[in-house]
C-alpha cells in the first residue's frame, strides 16, 4: 500500500512545532509566556533565544511576525556560537514549506557551525535539522534517502545527545516510513521503541501522540485487532486530559481506520466525521485532508455514492493534493468504484485505466529492497564505511598504476615516431641537396625567394600564435599559481618573523606548495585540467583545493551536496577556477580567519556559496570592487550562463552566491 503524503506533511508539522518542547500541549499560553520575558529581558543571548523559539509559534499563524523574530533573533545571536547555529536552523525551519533550496541550505549552515560544538544541545538541534532535510527527501517520494538520513545522521546524533525525545521521534519516523513501503512488520520495533523512550515524558506528548497513533493503524493494517485495540486505548488515556488538543483529531481517524477494517462503515464514518470537527492548530487544514482520504474509501464501501463522488472530485481538483502518487492512486481507485456503484461503466473503466497505469509505473520492489539494505547498512555502518574506504583506495591506485603505464608506452610510440621521422627528414634532406646542384641557377634563385616567403610566414604565424599563447598563460596564471603562490608568501613570511620549534613543519609545508605550483606550471603548459580532477572528479577536487588553502591562520571549510558527476569536463574546469577566484580573493583581500565553501546542484543548477568573516566592504561603491579579479570571474560566470550576487559590509565580512547552468 502506497501511504498519501499528507501523513509526511502531519509529521513535518511535528517536526517544526516539536522543538519548541512546550511544557504542555497547549502552545498558545507558551507563546505568550515567552513574549512577557522578552519584553523584560536585557540580555541579548536570551533574547535572541526567545526570538528563536516563536518562530516556531508565529509560523503557521503570521509569517511577517514569523520573519521578524528570525531577523531579530539572527541579529541578536552572531556573538553566540550556538545561538549562531540555531538561528540558521531556524530559517530552515523559516523557508521548509516555501523555498526547498534555502531551506536545505540554512541547514548546512546550522550543521557546519555547530559541528563545532561538542554539546549535548548542539548535537539535539544537527540531530533535528538532518530529520528535516530527510523530510524534504520524503516529500520528494525518496524513501531510500529519508531512511539512510534517519539512520546514518539523525539517530547517531541523537544518540550521542543522549536524548531519548528526539530518539523516539526519529524512530516513529522510520516506522512511518515503512508503513508507506507496506512493510507493517518491519514498522512494529520502531513504533514500539519510539512510545518506550517517549512514554511518561510530558513535554514530548504531541511525539508520543504521533506515534500511537501510527501504531495503531500499522496493527489495523496487519489485522491485528487486539493490539491495535490496546494502543487505541492508552492514546486515549492520554488525550483525555486535553479535550481542546488538535491531536484528537489523529485518535478519531485512527478510531475510523479501525472500523473500516472490521466493515462497520456506519461507525467508521461516525468517527471520521469526529475527526474533522476536532482538527484545529496549523496543520488544520492537512489533517482534515488525510481523514477525507480514509472517509472516501468507507463512504465506498457503505455504497454511499453520490457522497464518494463528491469528496473524490473535490480531490481531483486540488493540484497541491494530485501532486503525490498516493493520492492519485486512492483517489483513482475510489473513482472506479464509485461510477461502478453508480452504473456509469464507461467512466469505471477510464478511472480502473488511469489506476492500473499509475500502479504499474512504481517499482514498489526495488524501493523496498533498498531500504532493506539501509537498515542493515545502519546496523553495520562503520565497518562498511571501512571497508568502502580501502576499496576506494585499492582503485584509485589502480587506477593510478593504468594511467602512469599509458602514459609510459604513449612516450615509448612518441619518441620512436619522432627518431623516424629526424631519420627521413635527413634522409630526404641529402637528396634533395644532391639534385639541387644539378639544377639550373635561377631554379636555384627562385627556391630561394620561396624558402624566404615561407620562413616570413611561419615567423609571422609563430608570432602571432605566441602572443595568443602569452596572454591565455597571462590569464591561467592569474588564476591558478597566483593563489598557491600568495600561500607559499604568507607561510615565508610566518617563518620569517617567527623561527620556533615548528620551524620544520613550516619548511616542509612550503616545499609542499612549490611542489603544487610546479605541478601547476606543468597544466598550463600541457593545457591541461588540474591533476585533482582527473583523480577525484569535480567535488572530490573542490574538496582537496580548500584544504590547500588552510594555514594556522586561514580555516576553510568545504561542504557540498548533490553534486552529479556528469557534468562536462570543460563546465567541471570552469566551476574549479570560480572556486579558486575566490578563494584568492579572500585570501589577499580579506584578513579572514573562516571562509565556508558551499556547492550544491539542483538538476542542471549549480550553486556556490562562498563566507568569510573578514573586513569586508562597500558592495555599493564599484571603487571598492577594483583589484579583485571580478572580470575573470564575470567572465567565467558569463561563459556558463550564470549569474553573481555580492553581499558584503565593512566589518561584517563577505557572502558571494554564484548560480551556474550546467545542463
Same mark, same amino acid.
Given at each position: ?29 507558551y507563546a505568550d509566556s515567552l513574549q512577557i520575558v522578552l519584553q523584560k529581558e536585557k540580555n541579548d543571548s536570551v533574547k535572541a533565544a526567545i526570538n528563536l523559539q516563536l518562530i516556531n509559534y508565529w509560523l503557521y499563524k503570521d509569517t511577517l511576525q514569523a520573519r521578524k523574530h528570525l531577523e531579530q533573533g539572527k541579529k541578536l545571536s552572531r556573538k553566540y556560537p550556538y545561538l549562531h547555529g540555531m538561528s540558521y536552523y531556524s530559517e530552515g525551519l523559516y523557508y521548509f514549506n516555501t523555498n526547498i533550496e534555502k531551506s536545505i541550505s540554512a541547514y548546512l549552515k546550522a550543521d557546519t557551525i555547530l559541528s563545532k560544538l561538542k554539546t549535548a544541545d548542539a548535537y539535539k538541534v544537527r540531530s533535528n535539522l538532518w530529520n528535516n532535510i530527510a523530510v524534504h527527501k520524503q516529500r520528494d517520494d525518496d524513501d531510500r534517502a529519508h531512511v539512510d538520513i534517519l539512520m546514518n545522521k539523525a539517530i547517531p546524533l541523537a544518540e550521542k545527545a543522549k536524548d531519548t525525545a528526539t530518539m ?78 488538535? =491531536? =484528537? ?53 457503505? =455504497? ?61 520492489? !526495488?524501493?523496498? =529492497? ?138 616542509? !609545508? ?11 606550471? !606543468? ?11 582527473? !583523480? ?128
Amino acid at each position: 500500500m502506497i501511504r498519501s503524503i499528507l501523513t509526511f506533511i502531519c509529521l513535518t508539522g511535528i517536526i517544526i512545532t516539536g522543538e519548541a518542547q512546550t511544557p504542555s500541549l497547549d502552545m498558545k499560553a507558551y507563546a505568550d509566556s515567552l513574549q512577557i520575558v522578552l519584553q523584560k529581558e536585557k540580555n541579548d543571548s536570551v533574547k535572541a533565544a526567545i526570538n528563536l523559539q516563536l518562530i516556531n509559534y508565529w509560523l503557521y499563524k503570521d509569517t511577517l511576525q514569523a520573519r521578524k523574530h528570525l531577523e531579530q533573533g539572527k541579529k541578536l545571536s552572531r556573538k553566540y556560537p550556538y545561538l549562531h547555529g540555531m538561528s540558521y536552523y531556524s530559517e530552515g525551519l523559516y523557508y521548509f514549506n516555501t523555498n526547498i533550496e534555502k531551506s536545505i541550505s540554512a541547514y548546512l549552515k546550522a550543521d557546519t557551525i555547530l559541528s563545532k560544538l561538542k554539546t549535548a544541545d548542539a548535537y539535539k538541534v544537527r540531530s533535528n535539522l538532518w530529520n528535516n532535510i530527510a523530510v524534504h527527501k520524503q516529500r520528494d517520494d525518496d524513501d531510500r534517502a529519508h531512511v539512510d538520513i534517519l539512520m546514518n545522521k539523525a539517530i547517531p546524533l541523537a544518540e550521542k545527545a543522549k536524548d531519548t525525545a528526539t530518539m523516539g521521534f526519529e524512530y516513529g519516523a522510520v516506522g512511518i516510513s515503512f508503513m508507506n513501503m507496506s512493510q507493517y512488520e518491519k514498522a512494529i520495533p520502531y513504533f514500539n521503541k519510539a512510545i518506550n523512550v517517549l512514554k511518561g515524558k510530558t513535554a514530548q506528548q504531541s511525539r508520543l501522540v504521533s506515534a500511537y497513533g501510527r501504531a495503531a493503524e500499522n496493527y489495523i493494517m496487519l489485522d491485528r485487532y487486539p493490539e491495535a485495540r490496546n494502543v487505541l486505548d492508552e492514546l486515549k488515556t492520554v488525550l483525555d486530559p486535553y479535550p481542546d488538543s488538535e =491531536h =484528537h483529531a489523529l485518535y478519531y481517524m485512527a478510531e475510523g481506520l479501525y472500523y473500516h477494517k472490521l466493515k462497520s462503515y456506519d461507525k467508521a464514518l461516525t468517527y471520521f466525521d469526529k475527526g474533522i470537527q476536532s482538527a484545529n492548530g496549523p496543520l488544520k487544514d492537512y489533517r482534515i485532508q488525510e481523514i477525507n482520504f480514509q472517509k472516501a474509501k468507507s463512504l465506498v464501501a457503505a =455504497h454511499e455514492y453520490q457522497e464518494a463522488k463528491q469528496l473524490l472530485t473535490q480531490f481531483l481538483n486540488d493540484d497541491e493534493v494530485m501532486d503525490f502518487y498516493g493520492n492519485r492512486i486512492d483517489t483513482y481507485s475510489g473513482l472506479a468504484k464509485t461510477y461502478a456503484g453508480l452504473g456509469d461503466m464507461g467512466q469505471a473503466y477510464h478511472w480502473q485505466k488511469e489506476y492500473s497505469r499509475l500502479n504499474d509505473s512504481i517499482n514498489d520492489s !526495488r524501493l523496498r =529492497h533498498d531500504i532493506n539494505a539501509l537498515e542493515e547498512k545502519y546496523d553495520s555502518s562503520q565497518k562498511e564505511k571501512k571497508i568502502a574506504q580501502l576499496e576506494a583506495e585499492n582503485e584509485i591506485s589502480k587506477l593510478s598504476a593504468e594511467n602512469n603505464k599509458l602514459i609510459n608506452w604513449i612516450l615509448i610510440v612518441v619518441s620512436l615516431a619522432f627518431l623516424v621521422i629526424i631519420l627521413f627528414s635527413f634522409s630526404y634532406y641529402k637528396k634533395d641537396k644532391k639534385l639541387a646542384i644539378e639544377k639550373e641557377s635561377n631554379y636555384q634563385i627562385q627556391l630561394g625567394k620561396l624558402k624566404q616567403e615561407q620562413q616570413l610566414m611561419a615567423t609571422q604565424a609563430m608570432l602571432e600564435g605566441e602572443e595568443s599563447e602569452r596572454k591565455r598563460m597571462a590569464r591561467d596564471l592569474h588564476d591558478g599559481l597566483g593563489g598557491i603562490l600568495a600561500g607559499v608568501r604568507m607561510n615565508l613570511s610566518e617563518v620569517e618573523s617567527r623561527l620556533t620549534l615548528t620551524f620544520q613543519n613550516e619548511i616542509e !609545508r612550503i616545499i609542499s606548495n612549490v611542489d603544487k605550483s610546479l605541478t601547476e606550471l !606543468r597544466r598550463i603548459a600541457h593545457n591541461l585540467m588540474p591533476e585533482s580532477l582527473l !583523480r577525484l572528479g569535480l567535488d572530490g577536487a573542490l574538496d582537496d583545493l580548500c584544504k590547500s588553502y588552510q594555514s594556522s591562520d586561514l580555516q576553510v571549510n568545504y561542504q557540498s551536496f548533490d553534486i552529479e558527476t556528469n557534468i562536462t569536463n570543460t563546465n567541471q574546469l570552469t566551476i574549479y577556477r570560480i572556486v579558486q577566484e575566490l578563494l584568492n580573493n579572500a585570501l589577499r583581500h580579506s584578513n579572514a580567519t573562516e571562509v565556508m565553501v558551499q556547492c550544491s546542484q539542483n538538476e542542471n543548477n549549480f550553486f556556490i556559496t562562498v563566507e568569510d568573516n573578514g573586513k569586508g566592504f562597500d558592495s555599493q561603491n564599484p571603487e571598492n570592487k577594483k583589484g579583485l579579479g571580478l572580470t575573470n570571474l564575470q567572465h567565467r560566470v558569463g561563459s556558463m550562463n550564470g549569474s553573481i550576487e555580492i553581499n558584503s559590509g565593512e566589518n561584517e565580512g563577505t557572502i558571494i552566491n554564484i548560480e551556474l547552468y550546467v545542463g
